[in-house]
């Protein structure tokens, strides 16, 4: 599986990078980026990320403590905006957006192990 | 301004057929402030397209409803079979009279005419019924807001100010009231308002308008 | 030649024969500095690149370096050294070489980092306190007082209309006291049947309230949205759980939100009543046996006289509501019911939120002068070029106006253009991300610019 993983770099990226030491391997390739604030991402920017990838995981800070305050609620519409219209159109990938501190990853942990491997335990 | 808003997307992926090259062609206008398809809904809706395996590109033009600036997508509609209109209805027969010998399909179904009333809510303002009396009910227009376009109203379903059709609405009837009396007009009620010519609306067949004063 | 600056922190790490390879593979003559040394011309290079620490250096960090080097922001890259060294040791030089190729590729962004600093005046809405005054004095920072006057933005200043004064920062001082939303005599509290959101959802659980008359007290101004949801929440389940009978005073309801609009008709279907009340002409006094409390209102709908025993008045938690509305004061169109601090960690202490302007709270006024100090006098970095609105795509839609959180974003009143104001921007980048028109372009920072450092590669 091709993943690409998103975060703002005043907490998601540095969560991202810690997820990653310790979860990268499972994946063919895991792509990472950083941006100033999760609230620069736009539907378009998601879905084209999603051409070349599977999956994408995004992670920013917190709802109440984003430091362009609306930031990670932006973040968090669009996804949710995303995965409606992924399911309406019947294309088996996928969005999750995790809002994190930069060290506490528990909630990328979480918020991954269902965008990844939800589906494949069920089948199970 | 007219709202419209986004096809299902399966009802748009019907029209494509496999393989095709698609352009979604936006509309630089009204569309683009109901935030339904303007530039970033075009581009959205085109890598949507290659998500699902279509060769799709965007692009957007000021006004589909002009010929002239559609004229202006000639080149990119030249290299694609089929192309998806995200403009109200006016913009899809206009493009469809510029280039006869494409498939074009609408990608949004055009709802009403109106006014943002904040971000992300719209509401209906105006029927064009082709006869306007707005005056006559303290700019709350009777036509378009009441569920029965009563003109002598309210009707008995009118329930703590909303409408017995579409509970969540406002009953017209009641917000001309409430509007009237507080600027104490109260009496303008009172006079009955007789049949109207509903010729002048959708009732009378296409409507056409031909201004001699303009025409060269 | 392409040249080069690396910034390490560790030089030795990096082997002669791979730097030697890239000279003369690719023309990339790299020079490695110690991130702690001191280099004197940091111009002369096309790039520069921090390596490792990668964490620390945030976008603002890296304006306040390219600011001090004097260099375009947008040639600085972060490059996550020991990440990639740890996670993918095998192709580290690879991943790395790919990094700065496509950070070449890119054409640079005509960017400058500069200083901002805002003017050293205050202006005090409505009043300074004492204590404030007295505080600001100290600091020697200069305050006017015009409560009637008009803002306007203007770069990082306010502009006062009629007078002419530039300020550098508003001081918004709510009353001193903390005063419920809807006050009432104290014989009414005396019952004790008049409590707040609070309680209600505390009892609820525990207590049936069958065949109770309850009255919500909702006002105009100060209301979340939080507890919007909750007064639906909660009338509904009294009113369909218990049978009681729900009285909803309001001077307007919020219903555009997520859900609201949902919950709010749940609640009407279910018995709630909703009135709307002008909550000046409202009245309450204990009943004769004290057991609970009598109301009388007019409603606006029909101007009739109501008189409601009520066995519960539920209000709202107390607060400091702003005594005026703030909105007419900025160029926007966003309705500010009441200003306070947001409960933001990452935002500066006092700050609603608006930069350039501060709320004072009651016993804090040393701090607050404190960080007033420190903003006046240190200023900002901000990068001047990044944003850049398309104004023949742009429509006037008004979006980026209403979702911009600094209110960065202003239509120029004679030419009726929309501007984004370099000096308050943080690049966060909504208003681009919502803009239907996609004409505000964010530079360096669009989707063609997002640069990879870090592919790593699976085992499978």
């Known amino acids: 599986m091709k993943i690409v993983a998103l975060g703002c770099d005043k907490s998601g990226y540095p969560a991202l990078l810690k997820w990653g030491e310790k979860n990268a391997s499972p994946f063919e390739e895991v792509k990472l980026f950083s941006l100033p604030c999760l609230g620069l991402l736009t539907e378009e920017a998601i879905f084209r990320t999603l051409e070349n990838s599977d999956a994408l995981l995004l992670a920013g800070c917190p709802l109440d403590s984003c430091h362009n305050q609306n930031g990670s609620r932006g973040a968090y519409l669009k996804v949710k905006k995303v995965n409606a219209l992924l399911q309406e159109a019947a294309i088996p990938k996928k969005v999750a957006v995790a809002f994190v501190t930069a060290d506490k990853i528990g909630e990328i942990e979480k918020v991954s192990q269902e965008l990844f491997w939800g589906e494949k335990n069920d089948n199970s | 301004m007219i709202i419209a808003e986004r096809k299902p997307i399966k009802e748009i992926f019907q029209f494509l057929l496999p393989g095709e090259k698609v352009l979604v062609l936006g509309c630089g206008t009204c569309v683009t402030v109901c935030m339904a398809g303007g530039e970033k809904e075009a581009r959205e809706l085109a890598s949507l397209f290659r998500l699902k395996g279509w060769k799709s590109w965007d692009f957007t033009v000021e006004r589909q409803c002009e010929a002239e600036f559609n004229l202006k997508a000639k080149e990119e509609i030249a290299k694609v079979d089929t192309v998806v209109s995200l403009a109200c209805g006016v913009g899809v027969q206009t493009l469809a009279d510029c280039f006869p010998e494409k498939k074009i399909f609408p990608g949004l179904n055009t709802t009403f005419m109106g006014m943002p009333v904040e971000q992300g809510l719209w509401e209906e303002r105006c029927w064009g019924c082709g006869n306007c009396i707005l005056h006559l009910f303290d700019y709350v227009c009777p036509v378009t807001r009441c569920a029965k376009s009563l003109l002598n109203g309210p009707c008995g379903g009118s329930k703590d100010g909303k409408c017995e059709v579409t509970p969540d609405r406002d009953c017209a009837w009641q917000l001309i009231y409430d509007r009237l009396r507080k600027k104490n007009k109260l009496e303008t009620l009172f006079s009955i308002q007789p049949p109207r010519d509903w010729s002048t609306s959708r009732y009378g067949g296409q409507r056409k308008m031909v201004r001699e004063d303009v025409r060269l | ?460």
């Not at chain 3, 930069?355 to 006098?377: A, C, H, R």
């Open chain 3, 1 to 460: 030649m392409t040249k080069l600056l690396w910034l390490v922190d560790n030089p030795l790490l990096l082997p002669d024969f791979w730097l030697e390879k890239m000279e003369k593979e690719k023309g990339w003559k790299i020079e490695i500095r110690d991130r702690e040394s001191k280099v004197l011309n940091f111009i002369d290079y096309d790039r520069i690149f921090i390596l490792g620490d990668s964490l620390s250096f945030t976008r603002e960090r890296l304006s306040l370096l390219a600011y001090e080097w004097k260099v375009n922001p947008s040639k600085i890259q972060v490059f996550p050294w020991e990440e990639v060294k740890i996670v993918f040791p095998q192709s580290f030089f690879s991943i790395l070489e790919q990094f700065i190729a496509q950070s070449l590729a890119k054409p640079l962004a005509p960017l400058v980092a500069e200083r901002v600093v805002p003017e050293n005046k205050v202006l005090v809405l409505p009043q300074a306190s004492q204590t404030l005054d007295q505080a600001l004095k100290e600091k020697g920072i200069e305050t006017v007082v015009a409560p009637s006057s008009t803002l306007r933005r203007e770069g990082i200043n306010f502009h006062l209309f009629p007078s002419g004064d530039t300020v550098g920062a508003v001081v918004v001082s709510p009353p001193e006291e903390i005063t419920p939303p809807v006050s009432f005599s104290s014989e009414v509290e005396d019952t004790r049947k008049l409590v707040d959101l609070k309680f209600m959802e505390k009892e609820i659980e525990k207590k049936d309230f069958r065949g109770e008359t309850i009255i919500f007290l909702l006002p105009k101004r100060g209301v979340t949205e939080k507890e919007w949801l909750q007064t639906f929440y909660l009338s509904r389940l009294l009113a369909k759980r218990d049978r009681a009978e729900i009285f909803v005073l309001v001077e307007e309801v919020l219903v555009a939100g997520e859900n609201l609009e949902k919950e709010y008709r749940q609640a009407r279907s279910c018995g709630v009543i909703f009135e709307k009340v002008t909550f000046s002409s409202l009245f309450a006094q204990p009943t004769l046996d004290m057991r609970g409390i009598e109301v009388e209102f007019t409603t606006e709908r029909d101007r009739l006289k109501r008189k409601i025993k009520a066995d519960w008045l539920v209000s709202l938690p107390e607060r400091n509501v702003l005594p005026f509305d703030l909105a007419p004061f900025f160029d926007s169109d966003r309705i500010e019911e009441a200003i306070l601090p947001l409960a933001n960690p990452n935002l500066s202490s006092f700050s609603p939120g608006i930069e350039g302007i501060f709320v004072s709270l009651p016993g804090e006024e040393k701090n607050l002068v404190q960080v007033i100090e420190k903003y006046l006098t240190q200023g900002i970095v901000r990068e001047r070029g990044r944003v850049e609105v398309n104004e023949e795509k742009c429509i006037l839609c008004l979006t980026c106006l209403r979702t911009c959180p600094w209110r960065a974003v202003a239509i120029e009143k004679e030419r009726k253009k929309t501007r984004v104001n370099w000096e308050l921007c943080h690049l966060c980048g909504l208003c681009a991300s919502f803009c239907p028109a996609h004409a505000i372009e964010i530079k360096g920072l669009s989707f063609e610019d997002w640069l990879s450092p870090v592919s790593l590669g699976g085992e499978k």
